[in-house]
């Protein structure tokens, strides 16, 4: 029996992946959370095999509970299931720890065998965004962003979001003298000088629209 834990900030959205997972005798939903703080609360009582989470949660986001989750619970095998079909967020979130990347457009066939894998210690990434990521290491492509850590990557998204350094140090538990020193370490790795130029560059990267 695999146990399963699902993260999504949306009631409906889960309800439905309980239903498709528990048709399979072998899956089961064990508990659920509507954001990455009461996901980190419900660890510490939960035992699970499989971690399935959302990438866009409404607080800390998703990156930053992977990349909390994985010191804390390395037994744990997480499975990020998102809408963004950019191969960065794929590899922002191997990159924090987790096993597997799907995105919400694939079929239900896809994250079912996801699940199967990761629980076996395999690294999965969806079909949809497979060929993506081959064809840019083949070509030698190189996205700025991905200089970042997984850190500084949920930190320009909280950023771009309009949240300043005092609510973001709240948000990822650091104070904003950190927020701040973060700030500027990622212009200067992304080679802008102001925040315009930095929306600039993220809506050319297709990071937000």
């Not at 191997?94 to 065998?113: N, Q």
């Not at 064809?135 to 991905?146: D, F, H, K, M, V």
């Not at 790795?189 to 297709?206: F, H, N």
């Amino acid at each position: 029996m695999i146990r399963i834990f699902l993260v999504d900030d949306h009631a409906v959205v889960r309800e439905g992946y309980r239903r498709l997972l528990e048709r399979r005798p072998d899956l089961r939903v064990e508990a659920e959370a509507g954001s990455a703080e009461e996901a980190l609360r419900r660890l510490r009582d939960l035992s699970v095999d499989v971690v399935v989470l959302d990438l866009s949660l409404p607080d800390m986001g998703g990156i930053e509970l992977i990349q909390r989750i994985a010191p804390r619970h390395p037994q744990l095998r997480m499975l990020a299931f998102s809408m963004h079909r950019d191969p960065l967020f794929a590899a922002q979130a191997l990159r924090a720890g987790a096993l597997g990347y799907v995105t919400k457009s694939s079929s239900p066939e896809v994250l079912i065998d996801a699940i199967y894998r990761i629980a076996r210690g395999e690294k999965v990434l969806s079909p949809d965004i497979a060929p993506a990521i081959a064809l840019s290491l083949l070509q030698g492509e190189a996205n700025p962003l991905g200089e970042l850590s997984p850190r500084e990557f949920e930190i320009l998204r909280l950023l771009l979001d309009g949240h300043g350094a005092e609510q973001i140090g709240n948000t990822l538990n650091i104070s904003p003298k950190t927020v701040q020193n973060s700030h500027y370490q990622i212009k200067a790795k992304l080679g802008v000088k102001t925040d315009i130029e930095l929306t600039r560059l993220a809506v050319r990267l297709k990071l937000i629209a």
